[in-house]
């Protein structure tokens, strides 16, 4: 390679792949990190949408009593 351009595989979750010029190879991007520190959410990259997202997860939210209704609670924005 003899620019960035040319590395570029145009996927937002790899990251941004950039070129070497002294060795004339690409290097790999690295991924965005989509953790929030909630528990309750599962995070993930989406390529869609070239964002992070943030779905709720009830059960990592589970007192382990059936007798309750187990929900994450929203999220300050």
Do not use: F, I, K, M
């Not at 990190?33 to 059960?59: I, V, W």
């Amino acid at each position: 390679c003899t620019s960035d351009g040319q590395c570029d595989d145009g996927l937002y979750c790899n990251g941004t792949e950039t070129c070497n010029l002294v060795s004339g190879t690409c290097q790999s991007g690295t991924a965005p990190n989509c953790a929030d520190a909630h528990a309750c959410t599962t995070d993930s990259c989406n390529e869609t949408t070239n964002s992070c997202d943030h779905a709720p997860n009830n059960t990592a939210c589970s007192d382990g009593n059936v007798c309750t209704d187990d929900v994450c609670a929203a999220r300050d924005p």
